[in-house]
Nanobody, 117 residues
């Protein structure tokens, strides 16, 4: 599986951005797909995850109510709609596939999101 993330940029506090992740290769219905982020000088964290088969989702507390993860299985796309962006959302965002409690099977490239106050 190859993943290509896009959609990052420089925005102001309160703005919105939509990240897109294009996946190629065999994606199994059991796969968890999602987005991680890594702020400057900090560890990478899981932001949102969606189950490819059921569509059920998970969000880290800090983005609940502001971010929405979705998928278009026919197009092999995963999206992250980010609203009400805050400076603490500034990070490199990574698309990932095969997310389990044991780790991640596939990583995409990172896309920079910078929220300016």
């Amino acid at each position: 599986v190859q993943l290509q993330a896009s959609g990052g940029g420089l925005v102001q506090v309160g703005d919105s951005l939509r990240l897109s992740c294009a996946a190629s290769g065999r994606i199994f219905s059991s796969y968890g797909m999602g987005w991680f982020r890594q702020p400057p000088g900090k560890e990478r964290e899981l932001v949102a995850r969606i189950d490819w088969g059921s569509g059920s989702s998970y969000y880290v507390d800090s983005v609940k109510g502001r971010f929405t993860i979705s998928s278009d299985n026919a197009k092999n796309m995963v999206y992250l709609q980010m609203n009400s962006l805050k400076p603490e959302d500034t990070a490199v965002y990574y698309c990932a596939a095969g997310i389990t409690k044991y780790g991640v099977s596939y990583w995409g490239n990172g896309t920079q999101v910078t929220v300016s106050s």
